[in-house]
């Protein structure tokens, strides 16, 4: 029997001033990346003409709007493509002109930006679902010092 080493797991690496420059000259990328919480708030924060267009649409619907109506559905109800917001999502990292990340990576900065907010390591490690919190530490503790 031939034994391979244990693939070693990526860990997220967080979008410092240094690594956005780096990326900017030579458009290499972490495998896991994690936006820092300014750069989180500023791709997030919704613009002007995004407000409007939903109040607009919240108008339009009246007494329908579902405030609480699934995110895979589309305005009509019908259901979304599976893919369409891993897409969605890469072309609004694109157009915003931030570092790249994958939309699975906000699950590692959501849980990094926990942690270095001060929420306790098992909180996360349920959140994220992981089987252990010695897998949750290894992959997300080296990072927190750096999110801020």
């Known amino acids: 029997m031939i034994r391979l080493p244990a693939p070693r797991q990526p860990y997220p690496q967080v979008w410092t001033e240094r690594r956005v420059v780096a990326w900017r000259r030579s458009g290499q990328r972490p495998t896991v990346a994690v936006w820092t919480a300014e750069q989180l708030a500023e791709f997030s924060s919704p613009s002007p003409a995004a407000i409007r267009h939903e109040r607009a649409r919240r108008q339009l619907l009246g007494d329908t709007w579902n405030e609480s109506g699934p995110v895979s559905a589309r305005v009509d109800g019908s259901p979304m493509r599976p893919d369409y917001l891993t897409v969605r999502f890469r072309q609004l990292v694109r157009a915003s002109d931030m570092p790249p990340m994958r939309l699975h990576d906000l699950r590692h900065g959501t849980a990094t930006l926990a942690l270095a907010s001060g929420s306790d390591l098992r909180v996360v490690?349920?959140?994220?679902?992981?089987?252990?919190?010695?897998?949750?530490?290894?992959?997300?503790?080296?990072?927190?010092?750096?999110?801020?």
Not at 130 to 144: P, Q, Y
Request: glycine share 20%; aromatic share 0%; net charge neutral.
């Open 125 to 148: 490690q349920g959140t994220l679902r992981h089987g252990s919190i010695v897998d949750t530490a290894a992959a997300l503790g080296h990072v927190s010092g750096s999110v801020g």
